[in-house]
């Protein structure tokens, strides 16, 4: 799967898109690690 979050500021995206995306994947039982 992929996903990508789009904004013009590039200030809130990072923290809002991880944010979405866990919500998310967890109403489907799905967890995210995220990182290196």
């Known amino acids: ?3 990508m ?3 013009t500021g590039n200030q809130c ?3 809002m898109a991880e944010y979405h ?3 998310k994947l ?3 039982g799905i967890g995210l ?3 290196k």
């Open 33 to 35: 690690q995220s990182g």
């Open 5 to 7: 979050y789009v904004c």
């Open 21 to 23: 995306t866990r919500a």
């Open 13 to 15: 995206r990072p923290v």
């Open 26 to 28: 967890a109403d489907r």
């Open 1 to 3: 799967m992929q996903i």
